[in-house]
């Protein structure tokens, strides 16, 4: 009599990292890079041809480390869904930031060093290579209070490149016009941000060899990735109106009401980080109809100077300073004593500068994030 042979189907991450999956990929007879791809791309075929007692035995020991899986009968068909997903962060708020470090290097076994390296980035891409479910999963893993995970199929994603010519440098704009670029609106003519968008990422990696075989500053920008500051600029005078604009902070923005008549005396203001525009769109429609001021400033392009004030005990802490900005940017910055404080010409992105003034903070360190617009 013919005895049904079984596959072990594997159907997530669960609570497994790739430490632990590692340990097991010899008696799966697969090598451990095959081992942890089949993984991250769950739902997928682990092992085949096994008879009931071996399949048995197998979903035990894989339940056991916390991969949810399954046996299903040989002559069943299993694909792995054929889309791939990235995930990336955006962090707002840098609170939570060491036990965010310390779960995702668990997770990958990467060295907080090189953890350390990603997360400068805004965005930062933080895996790749993943089935949707698992990316979901992943999602509900690791988000925390501040700290946004979102992500994106590569090959349907649509992309932007942009480029920059200071001081509207002409050979720069000859090229970016030659490429296809367009320039962006709203720019002062010393920037000269020059973008194209909704571009296929084939499309986009095509434009960027060919700016990097002519040693020319291109970026590519995912758009799912996009968010935005919202900043309030002006609020009406009107007392009444004041209290229903008020309402619409706290009830869409939980902004405290005691803070308002300070937010009302400090326009422009940042209302929100890092939103995405389908959650800004609402506020920012609202707040108009009220007669505010707002806008909604993509957050990918944004650079910052720091400025340190407060200091006590000078000496150390700029040698405090001093490493504490040279391992978040990752390479020395130049302080320079001013009337107002330590000025630093950083050129950070916003996880950089947000970052800086959190650490610096924690020292009793007032940082104060300073746009410099590419100027």
């Not at 085949?48 to 056991?64: C, F, G, N, P």
Request: proline fraction near 5%; include cysteine; hydrophobic fraction near 40%.
């Amino acid at each position: 009599m013919h005895q049904e042979s079984y596959q072990v189907r594997v159907l997530g991450i669960g609570n497994a990292d790739v430490l632990s999956i590692g340990r097991f990929h010899q008696r799966l007879g697969l090598s451990r890079q095959d081992c942890i791809r089949r993984i991250l791309t769950a739902p997928s075929i682990l092992q085949t041809e096994l008879d009931i007692d071996s399949a048995a035995e197998m979903v035990s020991v894989l339940k056991s480390a916390d991969l949810p899986c399954d046996l299903l009968p040989q002559s069943e068909s299993c694909l792995s869904p054929p889309e791939r997903f990235e995930l990336a962060v955006y962090i707002s708020d840098f609170t939570h930031i060491t036990a965010f470090i310390t779960d995702l290097a668990l997770f990958t076994g990467q060295s907080s060093e090189a953890l350390l390296g990603c997360l400068r980035k805004t965005p930062a891409i933080i895996l790749g290579s993943l089935s949707e479910a698992v990316a979901s999963e992943l999602i509900t893993r690791f988000s925390k209070p501040g700290i946004e995970l979102m992500k994106s199929c590569s090959n349907t994603a649509k992309y932007t490149v942009v480029a920059y010519a200071p001081g509207g440098d002409q050979s720069l704009i000859a090229y970016y016009r030659d490429f296809g670029l367009l320039p962006a609106g709203g720019q002062p003519q010393q920037t000269q941000c020059w973008q194209l968008t909704d571009l296929s990422l084939q499309q986009a990696q095509g434009l960027w060899q060919k700016a990097n075989e002519l040693h020319l500053p291109l970026v590519i920008h995912n758009q799912d990735y996009y968010r935005f500051d919202l900043l309030l600029r002006s609020v009406p005078a009107d007392a009444q109106q004041q209290q229903s604009i008020s309402a619409t902070l706290c009830s869409q923005l939980n902004i405290p009401l005691h803070l308002h008549p300070r937010l009302f005396t400090n326009l422009p203001i940042i209302l929100k980080r890092s939103a995405a525009m389908a959650d800004a769109e609402p506020v920012m429609n609202a707040l108009v109809a009220q007669g505010c001021s707002v806008t909604a400033e993509w957050i990918g392009g944004i650079r910052f100077n720091l400025l340190f004030d407060n200091i006590s005990d000078a000496p150390v802490q700029r040698a405090r300073l001093e490493k504490l900005c040279t391992a978040i940017m990752g390479r020395s910055v130049s302080f320079r004593e001013t009337t107002d404080g330590w000025s630093v010409k950083a050129d950070a992105n916003l996880h950089q500068g947000l970052w800086i003034q959190y650490e610096a903070g924690q020292s009793g360190i007032h940082c104060r994030l300073m746009r410099n617009d590419h100027e």
